[in-house]
């Protein structure tokens, strides 16, 4: 028989040793809830794709947010769902559309206890869904999707929002965006670049989520699912431009991207866990095919563990209380 001289195992008999060797923790600080806002009154509305996640109104928000800060999470990022949209998205540029309204109502609300953060793009409100202006002949115009991010900005800014999350994969964006904040006043607002965000199919249940009204795909500015290397040339390219946080998104599919910027990246790099993987695990679990905290716990550390600072994640606030109530034992 052989015996063997190094033994791995050694620091996994015991739960005691096993936390002592653990590589990788997280904590409810490193989190960050998306919310999604609807305009009108009522009660919040079910997302039937996203089981647990609803559109909330203003008033169920300042409750959710309220249990998001009690558990100790870092952040909540506020998506808009109008009830009219046009073209050019004005309703992201009234103060009192549902998303600068929601900012100011929850910024009130918590104070400095969390981060209120808010989606800067246009698809929310956009009657064609795309995440900036066309042109005549129907494609995205870059360079005028600029001019209304700029406009987003400010009055995102003004609102109260401490984080903007530029999602829009526009080209130049995170410059446009900083030059804007510094030259009003706002050199204090940060700049979250969805730097590496993929064209996924892992998106599906958002659009329900905000009722999108896109016809076609975003594969002229969102990345090609196929390219590694884009990811990180996107995220030194916004590094470059000012951004205060890179995010890559989706999470768990593009863990090796996330992983490339991590190591290149000299300020902090985000994860998004996406709706389409959220939707996936609530539905093995809803079958009885996985165990379903376990299938959360692990899908998060995942994302820690391959370099992210922090994840955007539904389950947000759920994964603070199980960690919380696991420190108070």
């Not at 052989?2 to 923790?25: C, K, W």
């Not at 590496?196 to 699912?225: C, H, M, N």
């Not at 030194?236 to 290149?264: N, Q």
């Amino acid at each position: 028989m052989i015996t063997p001289v190094i033994r791995p195992r050694r620091l996994r008999n015991s739960p005691a040793l096993r936390r002592l060797a653990t590589e990788t923790r997280l904590h409810p600080s490193e989190f960050v809830l998306p919310m999604f806002v609807r305009e009108g009154n009522g009660d919040a509305v079910p997302i039937q794709s996203m089981p647990g996640v609803v559109q909330h109104t203003i008033d169920s928000a300042r409750r959710a947010v309220t249990e998001a800060a009690e558990a100790g999470i870092g952040g909540v990022m506020l998506f808009g769902v109008p009830s009219v949209r046009d073209a050019v998205g004005s309703g992201a540029t009234d103060p009192d559309g549902i998303l600068n309204a929601a900012t100011r109502a929850l910024a009130d609300e918590v104070g400095d206890a969390l981060s209120v953060q808010t989606d800067l793009c246009l698809d929310e409100f956009t009657d064609h869904g795309h995440c900036g202006v066309l042109s005549a002949d129907g494609s995205v115009d870059n360079d005028a999707t600029l001019e209304r991010y700029r406009e987003m900005a400010l009055v995102q800014a003004a609102s109260g929002s401490q984080l903007l999350g530029l999602s829009g994969m526009m080209d130049g964006q995170v410059a446009a965006v900083r030059e804007a904040l510094d030259q009003n006043g706002f050199v204090d607002t940060a700049v979250l670049a969805y730097s590496a965000k993929y064209a996924s199919a892992f998106y599906g249940p958002f659009r329900d989520a905000v009722e999108s009204t896109l016809e076609g795909d975003r594969r002229t500015y969102q990345l090609d699912p196929a390219n590694r290397r884009e990811g990180v040339r996107e995220a030194l390219l916004d590094i470059s431009e000012g951004a205060d946080i890179v995010m890559v998104k989706p999470a768990m599919s593009y863990l090796d991207v996330l992983s490339d910027v991590a190591a290149v990246s000299d300020i902090p790099v985000w994860a998004y866990q996406v709706s389409g993987e959220y939707a996936m695990i609530e539905a093995a679990a809803a079958h009885g095919w996985i165990d379903r905290r376990r299938a959360v716990e692990e899908s998060v550390l995942s994302i820690r563990r391959a370099g992210a600072d922090a994840v955007l994640t539904y389950w947000a606030v759920e994964l603070a209380t199980w960690l919380n109530e696991r420190q108070a034992r």
